[in-house]
C-alpha cells in the first residue's frame, strides 16, 4: 500500500473535511461505500496543536513533518477535536463505471456526496463521480482494468466495474470514463491508560 506524502494527505484534508460537520437532521437512507475494492494510499497523523480563535489544526504525520490546515465555520464538531487525536485517512482506488463515446451524456450519479458519522468520534467518507475525456493507452481485461491519458498529459490507472463496458474499446481509442473516488476520513481519541497501582 502506499503511502500519501503529508502535502497531499492535507490537500485531502481540505477535501473532506466536511466530514467532521454536524451530521445533518435527516441522515442519508444509505451510507455510500467506496466503490474501490482496495486502499489505495493511507496516511495517518496526532493532532498536535489546535488554536481555537483561528481554527487551525497542526498535524503530525509519521514521518514527523507537521503539516496545518484551517477548520472552516462549515466544520460544526470542530470542537469534538482534541490534541492527541489520531487522524487516519483512506483513499479508495477509483473504478470506472462508465465508458462512452465523448460527449455522450454521463450516466446518472450513484451514491455520492458526503456521509458523517451520527454519533461518536468525527469521521466519515467523502465520495464523489467524476467524468473525463482521455485516450486509452493499456486494457487488461484480466482484472478488468485500463490505464489512460487524460487530456493534460498525465497517466491514471482505474479498474473497470463491469467488463462488458470493455467491449469495443481498443488502445488509442479517445473515450469518456466515469469513474468515482473515496476517501475515509476517522478520528480516534487515544485510549486513557489505566492508573498505577
Known amino acids: 500500500m502506499k503511502r500519501l506524502t503529508p502535502a497531499l494527505a492535507a490537500a485531502m484534508i481540505l477535501v473532506a473535511a466536511v466530514a467532521f460537520a454536524q451530521p445533518p437532521a435527516q441522515p442519508p437512507a444509505q451510507t455510500p461505500a467506496p466503490r474501490g475494492e482496495a486502499v489505495l494510499a ?9 488554536d481555537s480563535a483561528s481554527r487551525a489544526i497542526t498535524l503530525k504525520f509519521d514521518d514527523g513533518s507537521l503539516n496545518t490546515v484551517v477548520a472552516g465555520p462549515e466544520i460544526q464538531r470542530f470542537n469534538d477535536l482534541k490534541v492527541g487525536d489520531k487522524v487516519t485517512f483512506k483513499y479508495y482506488e477509483s473504478v470506472v463505471y462508465a465508458i462512452q463515446q465523448p460527449g455522450a451524456k454521463p450516466p446518472v450519479a450513484e451514491a455520492t456526496g ?50 462488458k463496458n470493455l467491449a469495443g474499446v481498443k488502445v488509442g481509442d479517445k473515450v469518456q470514463v466515469t469513474y ?12 486513557a491508560e489505566a492508573p498505577k497501582k
Not at 42 to 50: F, L, N, T
Not at 116 to 128: C, D, L, T, Y
Open 42 to 50: 493511507s496516511a495517518s497523523a496526532v493532532i498536535q496543536a489546535i
Open 114 to 163: 458526503i456521509v458523517r458519522s451520527q454519533s461518536g468520534s468525527p469521521a466519515g467518507v467523502a465520495a464523489r463521480t467524476l467524468t473525463a475525456v482521455v485516450t486509452i493507452q493499456v486494457i487488461n481485461p484480466t482484472i478488468p482494468s485500463i490505464t489512460v491519458k487524460r487530456e493534460d498529459g498525465s497517466s491514471m490507472s482505474f479498474k473497470v466495474e463491469d467488463p
Open 180 to 191: 468515482t473516488q473515496a476517501l475515509a476520513v476517522s478520528v480516534e481519541s487515544p485510549k
